[in-house]
């Protein structure tokens, strides 16, 4: 019962007007599944791949309430960065990069990107990464499995620099230059940052679209978690803004809900209807 539940909590995104629906992986990692559950490294990796068909079941469900829906939503396996696991906030710092090689956060992240694609996702959500460094481990290991897409979005602390301080525009340059990068953008990010990082790389001509997907623009620390939900301007009011500064793909990230993506969906199809008109 427990997870048919849960299939029917994430087709609600898909209801509202979503196209894509990431797995919840994001904090997965083998050390923290066999510290904490007591479970073998390949009994984890099979807790990961069952995250995936956890979307996908989502998908199948909406697709069989919704016949006439031409286009299939697609399931990204969301690969969350190092500091996730580590539950300590600091994937919003990257403080951990300058004590890691690439080497080293190419292998801790190889296991999860081998068992998500096994699973089929459709594409990689390579999401919140906090500083260059990592995005780069990430997208060399791509080149391990040639046929794998992904986008890259950093989390930022303003409306220049990632989460650890490298330029956000310099990242977004270098990412875009990757053929199996699908996608750079931005996500969990305060959504007041992010017509300022859009300016940011207006001079820089994108070869792929722009993603963008912040949070609900509540504080967050580590000890006490999320707060000032009734402060917060909705989503939907920064999204024309965006799309004019070149974001294509757009939707939601920590405690955005279904009705937040029902909203933006609304303004982005009344968007594309007003330039079909134009």
């Not at 979503?18 to 490294?41: D, R």
């Not at 481990?137 to 791509?142: F, P, Q, V």
């Amino acid at each position: 019962m427990q997870y048919k539940l849960l299939i029917r909590d994430i087709s609600r995104f898909l209801e509202s007007g979503a196209n894509v629906i990431t797995t919840c992986t994001y904090q997965a990692s083998i050390e923290g599944f066999c510290q904490n559950l007591l479970i073998s490294p390949e009994e984890s990796l099979e807790l990961i791949k069952r995250g995936v068909k956890l979307a996908q079941s989502a998908r199948t469900m909406y697709m069989q309430q919704n016949p006439d829906v031409m286009q299939c939503p697609l399931v990204a396996g969301s690969v969350g960065p190092y500091g996730a696991s580590q539950h300590d906030g600091s994937e919003y710092s990257g403080n951990y990069v300058e004590d890691m090689s690439i080497k080293e956060l190419k292998d801790w992240h190889r296991p999860r990107v081998r068992a998500l694609l096994d699973a089929r996702v459709d594409l990689l959500a390579c999401e919140s990464i906090p500083a260059l460094k990592e995005a780069q481990a990430l997208i060399e290991l791509l080149c391990e499995f040639p046929h794998a897409k992904a986008w890259v979005s950093f989390t930022c602390k303003d409306g220049c620099h990632t989460s650890h301080g490298d330029s956000f525009a310099a990242a977004f340059n270098i990412c875009m230059q990757y053929d199996q990068v699908a996608a750079v953008g931005i996500n969990c990010t305060q959504p007041k940052y992010i017509s300022l990082l859009l300016t940011s790389v207006s001079d820089l001509p994108p070869c792929k679209p722009i993603i963008v997907y912040p949070n609900s623009g509540e504080d967050w620390q580590a000890q006490k978690g999320w707060s000032g939900r009734g402060s917060c301007i909705p989503l939907d009011h920064y999204v024309e803004d965006w799309v004019n500064l070149g974001a294509r793909w757009i939707g939601g990230c920590c405690r955005v809900t279904p009705c937040d993506i029902t909203a933006i969906r609304q303004v982005v199809d009344k968007l594309r209807d007003k330039r079909k008109t134009a």
